[in-house]
Nanobody, 121 residues
Framework: QVQLVESGGGLVQAGGSLRLSCAAS????????MGWYRQAPGKQRELVAA???????NYADSVKGRFTISGDNAKKMVLLEMNSLKPEDTAVYYC???????????????WGQGTQVTVSS
């Protein structure tokens, strides 16, 4: 079993910055993909940013140039640096890791518990 623990959310004024972190523990042989998603009240969960084990990244258009994702397979962590935050970034943010627990196992996606980010205007 794999556990993901997120931290770093909070309340910030518009234009401010926050850094989210997600640490994985448990039976982990490899981590293929890491990502951050968010869900605002009344909206569907959406992809914010993702990175692969090879270091390629992908961002939602709404956060390009403001957010930066970085993954560290050795430390089993993924970070999300969020700058120039806007009120519309307010949401619960979830980390998502695609993990193989053993060499012969298929990849399984695990979710963090979510951390609240609130941006005031």
């Amino acid at each position: 079993q794999v556990q993901l623990v997120e931290s770093g959310g909070g309340l910030v004024q518009a234009g401010g910055s926050l850094r989210l972190s997600c640490a994985a523990s448990g039976m982990i042989f490899s981590i293929n993909n890491m990502g951050w998603y968010r869900q605002a009240p009344g909206k569907q969960r959406e992809l914010v940013a993702a990175t692969t084990s090879r270091g390629s990244t992908n961002y939602a258009d709404s956060v390009k140039g403001r957010f930066t994702i970085s993954g560290d397979n050795a430390k089993k962590m993924v970070l999300l640096e969020m700058n120039s935050l806007k009120p519309e970034d307010t949401a619960v943010y979830y980390c998502n890791l695609e993990v193989r627990s053993h060499y012969y196992d298929p990849s399984v996606r695990y979710w963090g518990q979510g951390t609240q980010v609130t941006v005031s205007s």
